[in-house]
């Protein structure tokens, strides 16, 4: 088909996707795989795959397509996605937020507690999925802010901000996951730039959500009233402990955390300086890869954590499988945005969305941020907007013969796209204003711009590491 006819079908499939999203409230991975069908099948896929010729090669049907683009995406995401939701469950469950929170505030003192929750929550972040991890966080909020006699407001909005900021960005957070690994990027340097990124976006997320408290927020009638019954019988819990239950140690909980993100770090940078084909070599680079590191978290976390804390077996294994449902819902969608991105290079769709970014000398970084926030922002999903975004940037990113460093950073660009204007359409926006207590209006005046900010702040760190890396790297 011509150039114009493919990136019309494009289009118009991407405007099915946000109607049946967003107007009928269609589930989000039943969505992509119809869209996918329709999309493929309107750009002149074959309805069953033609075998290859000695002419011409093989041509996939639509739905062995889709089935290739699922089957491709969750080779690895599935069990990273899965073992990530049952060490943020443990965690969760331990009361480990609590004693991440006490210890920083202890560290920093109470005339910053605003710091030093903040920082607790950007590493609580980190094996813990946003919506759970702010939910989780939303008892020790309310303490502290009951205490200084502050709106939860002037805790809870940087809290928030800087959580999504790592849900968006740092492995094995399923967004960043599907879309590294439908570009073909290293999940080891996604986790180190993301890590590294993830820092001066929380003196952000703290600089930021300040100003935007200089003004007072009235409390919405229902927040106010669960506000002041907290402390009492009536008040919200963190709903993580057993009576006479004690929170594991910070130092445990900070342990556990680091030791997965250690081990990937050791596989990516050190691995490839030992001699090609040693022993050494094999060992670290397996240590290092994500899943194996997850798992020895994962097995420290269940003897730390769990058996001596009590926890018999029956609980520790109930505790892990409880995080699996919600998983699988989002290792769904994840593959379903890999199976549209399959759709779109196998129809040549990605092909001419490449050649006119070539056309307009766009930079691909630029490119990725912006397609990603404009899907995020007409959608709400962070994951689709990813996922969607990366397998339309498939066929340019792999023309361009980009470095593993550079890889992960066109990956992060497009992370950092689905962080901006979070607004009515996202579940994380009624989260946080719920919560906090926020009307529409005011989540619209603090939480979004918040989002926004860091999104573009975060795209602007991606653009200045890629001027000092070499395009190979």
Known sequence: MDLPILIAIGLGGIALLLVLVIWL???AFYALILTAIVVGIAAGLPLSTIPATETEPERLGVIQAIIAGVGGTLGSVAVLVALGSMLGKIIEISGGADALAGKFTSWLGPKRVGVALTAAAGILAIPVFFDAGFIILIPIVYAFSKAAGLNPMKFGLPIAGIMLAVHVAV???????????????????????????S?????????????LNRREHSMLAATKAMFDDFGTAAGPRSGTLQEGERAPSAWTILAIIILPLALIMVGTTVAPAMPEGSFERGLLGMIGQPIFALM??????MILLGARRGWSREKLGEVMESALPAAAVIILVTGAGGAFGRILTETGIGGAVAEVLAGTGMPI??????????????????????????????PTVGALGLGQVQLALVALAIGYGSLGLSHVNDSGFWIVTRYLGLSVKDGL???????????????LIVVAISLVVPITA
């Open 199 to 211: 820092i001066p976006l929380a003196v952000v997320s703290y600089w930021v959500a300040k100003r």
């Open 25 to 27: 409230k269609m589930q």
């Open 445 to 459: 005046r603090t939480w979004t711009p918040l989002t926004t900010i860091l999104g573009v702040v975060g795209f």
């Open 296 to 301: 020895v978290a994962i097995g420290a976390a």
């Open 365 to 394: 970084l630029l490119a990725a941020f912006l397609i990603s926030l404009i899907m995020r922002a007409a959608q709400g999903s962070a994951t689709v907007a990813i996922t969607t975004a990366s397998g339309l940037l498939l």
């Open 171 to 197: 492995p094995p957070h399923p967004g960043i996951v599907g879309g590294a690994t439908i570009l073909g990027a290293d999940i080891g340097w996604v986790t180190i730039l993301s890590l590294l990124i």
